[in-house]
């Protein structure tokens, strides 16, 4: 595997998965950072910054549950360069934030919208119909509406855009079947250079080898982006 590989462990979930066991990969044990689940406090954001600071954007990087999903900013505050964030999530995540020093798994996008200034667009894929996008002050594109072409992406997924026949997450979910969510980043995986990807929605309480197998679908996506 060319791309590098790494494992942010908040919940001990990946420690009971196999998908990662043939590969060479950074782990961050992060299950001891208090003020990071769901919401992510000020001295959370200092430890998580600290636990990341010499690793590279340009990898595959599993985040662990939905609750943890706010980390995407963390990695996409070393893009320094124009480009498109793609967010394949049944939820938008664009919650306004209720204290400006709180980051929250409800709301990140919308925090990286506003802090970001080399974020240029939005691609969400797979969110539900029900959550409206319009926003005038941002440029926000629903699949199979494209963005910028000239630009590069990060892709951001979680794991809940799928049908829960495919596999179990935290939060309510989609319909995509793993087939459908594969084709459309690929789609776009040759239309763009990648900068970097991240993958959450792991369930802690779920005892299955489903989510195991995902990850182990992902990373060979996108082993050399």
Known sequence: MDTPFIIMDFTKVYRSQTFYLNYRYNWIDCSEISGSDCYCDR??????????????????????????????????????????????????????????????????????????????????????????LSCDKYRLF??????????????????DVLNPEVVTTNWNQGTMTYNHLQAIIKEIMARHQVLGVDICGECSTCIDNRSNRINSRLLKLFSCI
């Not at 498109?84 to 939820?91: K, R, T």
């Not at 629903?142 to 794991?159: A, C, M, Q, T």
Request: net charge negative; hydrophobic share 40%.
């Open 43 to 132: 001295e959370a954001t200092y430890a998580i910054r600290d636990r990341i600071s010499g690793l590279p954007v340009r990898a595959v990087h599993f985040l662990d549950s939905g609750n943890h999903h706010y980390i995407t900013k963390f990695w996409t505050d070393k893009i320094h360069q124009d480009f498109i964030l793609v967010v394949a999530d049944h939820h938008p995540d664009m919650q306004p934030a209720l204290f400006e020093d709180i980051l929250s798994c409800g709301g990140w996008v919308r925090t990286v919208l506003d802090t970001n200034l080399f974020l240029k667009e939005v691609l969400f894929i797979g969110v539900a119909p029900e959550y409206e």
């Open 142 to 159: 629903r699949h199979p509406e494209k963005p910028s072409p000239g630009l590069p992406v990060y892709i951001s997924i979680d794991k």
